[in-house]
Structure formats: structure tokens, C-alpha cells
């Protein structure tokens, strides 16, 4: 394979990045907050709408909005607008009372009824669990976990959301989970596809096997490729030569997925 072959995928996923916009609801969650707002702000390619309660304003420092290639939406109007053409819709602050009042359809604020909306439309919602998460060390730290029906309480909530299509994800993930959505790794100035350094074994055809019986990846290989390839396993084929993008490597690091090159 050779360096154009290599350049055509990188160029098509950053210009297709370039095209995406991503609506966030903000409440006014705090656990995580500078680290989530970081790794949104390190997606350079995106173009975000951001709806934020009052709550929110008071407690996130403006910088961190004017760090993002963002939008604020504060109409009724540009957040149906929104909610009906924007590529994803991430909730990366998500406060305890943010997530009762969606659970149980209450929609007083825009960012509650954006959301609403959103569930409505069956657009995709991927939600940061950290503000509420009764396991959250923060919140364990804060003594905001000490009662356990009251965290039953709270995880009841997030599976009435969960049955309504809402993703939750921990806000270490966000990044990840948003350049996975649309099949990039935005930090195109490095090499973003190259040949795994895993300390693996290279299996040979003189080897005795038969490899008809084996499922062997080749190409430019993703994390979904790795998955379903394993099939409950721990061990994945791979033809030599193959890429396999960043997303999918640290899948396979830190899972102890064992990888075996054929020729």
C-alpha cells in the first residue's frame, strides 16, 4: 500500500468531520468538568451547538465555551433547528436534577426540552453519566452516595433514559465516543492509521494450520472490525500488512486481546 492509498482515507474522514455538528446540553453538573470540556475542545474539526441551563453559566468558567468552536443557542426556534439537523446530540454535563426531570418528560428549561425533543425525533443522545453517578469516586468523596435506595432512586432514571434510546458513557470516554460516531481520530497532524506495535506472534503459512477455518482481517481495520472478528474470544487473525486505526489498537491493548499476523 502505498502513501496516497494512505493520505485518501485520512482526507475523506477530515473533511467529512469538517461537515459534522454536535449539539450539547449542558446542566449544571460539576464532576469532571475541566477534563470533558478539554477533550471536547481537542476535537478542532467539530463545529458544536451549545444549549446550557442557568445553572451551568454560573458554574463553568467562559473560557471553556470560548475554547470551543461553538455556537450558543439560547432561542426556542434554533434549538428545534438544531435538534433537527445537527449529526449528534452529547450531553457532557448532566446534573441529578437534569436527569429526573428528562426521565420523567418535565421540560422547563431549553435544555430540557431539547433533549426531550431529541428523544422524540429518536436522534441519537449520548449522555455523560459522571454529575450523577452515585460510583463516582467525586461524588463518593462529597458524601452524595451514602444512602442506597437513594442511588437506586437515581440509576432508576438512567435506565428510563437508557430505554429511550440515551446512550451513557463516562466523561473519560467522551472523545473517544464522539471520534468513534463518525470514524475518525481527529488529530490528523500524526500518522492516524499505522501498523500496530503489539507484541504479538507472526504466524506463517508453513505453519500447520488450516487457515480456511480461521477469520483473517485485512485492510484498514476499526474497533467494530476487532469485535466482531473476536466473537467472545481473546485472539484475533490478522493478514500482514494490515492498519488497524488508533480507536481499535487501544481496544486491543487494553482488553490483552492476543493478535496473530498471517502472511
Known amino acids: 500500500m502505498d502513501i496516497e492509498d494512505l493520505l485518501r482515507p485520512i482526507i475523506a474522514q477530515i473533511i467529512n468531520m469538517m461537515n459534522k455538528r454536535v449539539l ?5 453538573g460539576a464532576v469532571n468538568l475541566k477534563k470533558i470540556f478539554e477533550a471536547l475542545a481537542s476535537i478542532k474539526m467539530l463545529q458544536y451547538d451549545i444549549v446550557i441551563t442557568d445553572a451551568a453559566k454560573k458554574m463553568i468558567p467562559e473560557e ?16 428545534t433547528k438544531a435538534v433537527i439537523e445537527d449529526d449528534l446530540v452529547v450531553v457532557p454535563m448532566m446534573s441529578r436534577n437534569t436527569l ?12 430540557t426540552t431539547g433533549i426531550a425533543e431529541a428523544l422524540m425525533m429518536k436522534k441519537e443522545v449520548i449522555a455523560v453519566r459522571d454529575s450523577f453517578n452515585p460510583v463516582e469516586p467525586k461524588n463518593i468523596s462529597l458524601g452524595l452516595s451514602k444512602n442506597p435506595a437513594y442511588n437506586k432512586f437515581i440509576l432508576g432514571y438512567e435506565d428510563t433514559l437508557t430505554s429511550f434510546g440515551v446512550r451513557f458513557i463516562d466523561g473519560c470516554d467522551i472523545k473517544s465516543v464522539i471520534n468513534e460516531k463518525f470514524s475518525t481520530i481527529n488529530n490528523f497532524t500524526k500518522k492516524v492509521y499505522e501498523e500496530p506495535k503489539i507484541k504479538n506472534e507472526i504466524v506463517v503459512n508453513e505453519e500447520k494450520m488450516d487457515w480456511t477455518s480461521k477469520k483473517v482481517l485485512s485492510g484498514i481495520l476499526t474497533i ?16 500482514e500488512g494490515s492498519l488497524i486505526t488508533p480507536l481499535a489498537k487501544d481496544y486491543i491493548d487494553s482488553n490483552k486481546i492476543n493478535v496473530k499476523y498471517c502472511q
Open 224 to 239: 467494530e472490525d476487532i469485535i466482531k472478528a473476536l466473537n467472545n474470544s481473546k485472539e484475533v487473525f490478522i493478514k
Open 100 to 111: 429526573a426531570k428528562c426521565a420523567t418528560g418535565i421540560q422547563d428549561n431549553l435544555v
Open 24 to 28: 450539547l446540553f449542558v446542566s449544571g
Open 64 to 79: 471553556y465555551i470560548k475554547n470551543l468552536n461553538a455556537r450558543v443557542i439560547e432561542c426556542k426556534n434554533e434549538l
